[in-house]
């Protein structure tokens, strides 16, 4: 698989939403801040966020960079063309998605970048509960100047690249197809997104997603011995399920093979989390 790179389109103020999505909170942090991280946790290429001229973005993961879309008004698609641009140097395809989806899941963003290897697609373009999602797409990198140039031909439309590349556009069945995807995300809730104050309610109000933790060395005494599953949607959230804090003491080994000190770092269903004591996880 080609290396992938991560998009994230940050957007301004929403008309029905009343204020800017990125910065809605989102168990102790940001939507912008969980979408980039999710990302920069799955994907291996770089992570980027593109935002509105001069817009101000709530604080970041360590690692992503911002790119600023030089022309604001004209929609979404001139976002895409200048994230994709700025990862185009280091990474062949992207997937590329808005800030408003909270339950994006990584066993849907590795399955929409592993139908992009086949060298003969372009774009692969889900369409998942009824509709098409070109922000919760992969793209080949090499097209962000075929988008710049239809803008500037005055086609703004999301869908307006069907016509001049090669498209696959997968179904729920073919989605889940995937058995990581369908164990995780069978109602494909990943392409969920919150518009209006109504639907970040009903959001915010779920539970977080079920997770395992098991305590290691010097934390598996005081209670913490074996394995355990709770609701966390956040490092930090699962290491107070357990009497914890993540930090200069404590890390946390997610899912076998990544360090971390973020109690912010996204957590998703099937995640697995190992605390250490800072000494013994480096």
């Known amino acids: 698989m080609e290396t992938a790179a991560g998009v994230v389109l940050a957007g301004g103020r929403s008309r029905r939403m009343g204020r800017p999505k990125a910065a809605l909170e989102w168990h102790g942090s940001t939507l912008l801040y969980r979408t980039a991280a999710l990302l920069g946790r799955t994907v291996e290429g770089p992570v980027v966020v593109v935002r509105a001229p001069a817009q101000d973005?709530?604080?970041?993961?360590?690692?992503?960079?911002?790119?600023?879309?030089?022309?604001?008004?004209?929609?979404?698609?001139?976002?895409v063309a200048a994230g994709l641009g700025?990862?185009?140097?280091?990474?062949?395809?992207?997937?590329?998605?808005?800030?408003?989806?909270?339950?994006?899941?990584?066993?849907?963003?590795?399955?929409?970048?592993?139908?992009?290897?086949?060298?003969?697609?372009d774009l692969v373009l889900p369409v998942a509960r009824g509709f098409r999602q070109p922000l919760a797409a992969g793209y080949r990198t090499a097209l962000a100047g075929l988008i710049t140039g239809l803008i500037a031909e005055?086609?703004?439309?999301?869908?307006?690249?069907?016509?001049?590349?090669?498209?696959?556009?997968?179904?729920?069945?073919?989605?889940?197809?995937?058995?990581e995807l369908a164990a995780h995300d069978p109602e494909l809730d990943s392409v969920v997104n919150v518009n209006t104050p109504e639907d970040y309610a009903a959001a915010r109000a779920r539970p977080g997603p079920q997770i395992a933790v098991q305590c290691f060395g010097a934390l598996a005494g005081e209670g913490r011995r074996g394995r355990r599953y709770l609701a966390a949607a956040t490092v930090g959230e699962a290491a107070d399920g357990v009497g914890l804090s993540v930090g200069r003491h404590v890390v946390a080994a997610l899912n076998g093979d990544r360090i971390s000190r973020d109690p912010q770092l996204p957590l998703v269903s099937g995640d697995e989390v190992a605390f250490l004591s800072a000494d013994a996880g480096g």
Do not use: N
Request: charged residues 25%.
């Open 57 to 79: 973005l709530p604080r970041l993961p360590a690692g992503v960079d911002v790119v600023e879309d030089p022309r604001e008004g004209l929609g979404p698609m001139q976002g």
């Open 86 to 121: 700025a990862v185009a140097d280091c990474a062949a395809v992207a997937f590329v998605c808005s800030t408003d989806m909270p339950f994006l899941h990584p066993a849907f963003v590795r399955r929409v970048l592993r139908r992009l290897a086949d060298p003969g697609t």
């Open 154 to 179: 005055g086609d703004l439309r999301p869908g307006m690249l069907l016509k001049h590349c090669a498209t696959d556009l997968p179904q729920d069945e073919a989605l889940l197809a995937d058995p």
